[in-house]
């Protein structure tokens, strides 16, 4: 595999990281590093902000385009004796779904190219933030392959036929969820679920698996005038499936409130986004 870790990305690394952190160290004006082909290029304070601008101007060309990237993903320890296994997904730029320095050097790169990058924790892909086959708190490499790059206009799906949505977006369709509470219509809330949805409530033993159990939970669940907030979460977008998880609360119109788990598991479902999987459970005390 052709190595690409000693070069621009690294850098975008150093100084992303430092803004990141938001410490008051400045960068080094010139910063040497050595390509493939073993010869020495300089990569300025200036090469950076450029190269973010070029990051930009690919991923928002015109309102209604963007670009997709289609890469094989592997990551290991240091020692290559865990392995994530290969994954294969595309994405659009700008959907948080790979680090903006990684989707600089894909943007840059020629389709086919192969890189390798040693990672920090903070550096990694979010989809690997939490991945149990890997030490949480050490280096790791990452190897990628850039299968196919296309710009054009988004509608329902990528190249790959997975629907395309950011992070944001995902935040949002809990906002949607919460303001559907706020009607106090339960067939406006029970819409929002897809026709085999599962609902393992927060205040009933009751699983519910169609539409008028579903519908009738909420009956009584909004009697209480819920209003909902997340308090910690974990955010995975999938080939048409998300999967958000967390911690949650609510707060009632009796001024009693409610701390739980939660996991909202979403599909594609007609075209929309639905709810096919809610569990919800009351935190343990202690």
């Not at 119109?253 to 479902?269: H, K, N, P, W």
Request: proline share 3%; net charge negative; hydrophobic share 35%.
């Amino acid at each position: 595999m052709a190595r690409a870790g000693c070069d621009e990305a690294l850098i975008l690394c150093a100084l992303i990281g430092l803004q990141r952190s938001g410490r008051s160290e400045t960068c080094h004006p010139a910063v040497y590093v050595e390509n493939d082909n073993h010869s020495h290029v300089i990569f300025t304070q200036s090469h950076y902000e450029e190269r973010l601008e070029q990051l930009m101007m690919h991923s928002t060309a015109s309102s209604g385009s963007k670009t997709v990237l289609t890469v094989s993903m592997q990551a290991t320890d240091l020692n290559e004796r865990l392995t994530t296994g290969r994954q294969i997904f595309s994405m659009a730029v700008g959907q948080g779904k790979l680090p903006h320095w990684i989707e600089s050097e894909l943007l840059g790169g020629s389709v086919g190219q192969q890189y390798r990058w040693r990672l920090g924790p903070r550096d990694r892909p979010s989809c690997l933030s939490y991945s149990s086959l890997l030490p949480r708190n050490s280096l790791i490499w990452l190897n990628l392959e850039l299968l196919d790059r296309q710009c054009g206009e988004l509608r329902k799906d990528g190249v790959s036929g997975c629907a395309l949505i950011s992070q944001n977006e995902v935040q949002q369709l809990f906002e949607k969820w919460n303001a559907a509470l706020q009607t106090k219509d339960p067939e406006e809330v029970a819409n929002l679920y897809s026709r085999d949805a599962i609902l393992l409530p927060t205040l009933s033993d009751l699983p519910r698996t169609d539409h008028d159990t579903i519908v009738d939970y909420f009956k009584h669940f909004l009697e209480k005038s819920p209003k909902g907030s997340i308090d910690q979460r974990e955010i995975i977008i999938g080939c048409n499936m998300l999967q958000d998880a967390g911690l949650y609360s609510f707060n009632f119109e009796d001024g009693t409130t409610a701390e739980a788990r939660y996991s909202f598991i979403y599909m594609l479902e007609d075209g929309e986004w639905k709810i096919s999987h809610h569990h919800s459970s009351l935190q343990p005390n202690g």
